[in-house]
């Protein structure tokens, strides 16, 4: 099966709808890792989306914050600002349905569904020795999580950690759709991070997703263009903090 996974939407619509467009017809199914809502303007269209073609969501920090306003006291001031519009805005429905997603970790097929660690849904991981905790205490060949906007992970292979991203230093970026192929090796794990969708902070600007194939063995890393214009000028027009929408241009 291809298997579209993909996190951090944070209510972008303008990048959801590219990121569909770019996959239209080439996966069976598609899970998201969380934060479906937070940050951007859009956040009951990108709910009515990942309601109506994901069966598996994992919840995100965003996601609890802007249904419940739990947790919103360690938010920065943008973040909180932009948690308290979320919450005011959501429709009952797309409300109900972000307080009622897993904390995960979920299974699926044979590997894992996490937001953020799958020690702690909270946890961001950045650093290898964190990885190799989370290796030790679990078992599945294939973690998938989200949370810290960085496409690419962790390979565990010959009792070794290492830490890679599909964004090298200094890259020139293109502006185009562009991929990049992981084959997994059957003697090694992986704690992979698809990127994320509507707010990239790993210096890349173009919204970022993966494409697991079953039968090849093989992860495909994306990043496709979109109109991050548009996107700005909703966040701006919501009265939301102008930092969310310049941060999109810079992918930071
Ligand atoms: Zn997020």
New binding site residues.
Partial sequence: MRVLIY??V?ANWQALEAMAAAVEGRCEVSLCL??VV?YGANPNQASDWVRAHSPVVIR???DRACALLDGIQWFNPVAATAARWTHANLTPENAAWLQALSAGPLPFHDFSLVHGSPLDEDEYLIEPAQAAGAFAATTAALHWF??T?LQGGFTLADDQVSAWTTVPPDAALSARHESVALPLRPDARYLLNPG?VG?PRDGDWRAAFAILDEQAGQVEFHRVPYDVATAQARILEAGLPPRLAERLAKGK
């Fill in positions: 996190s951090d944070h969380g934060d937070g995100g920090n965003h989200g949370h906007h994320s707010q």
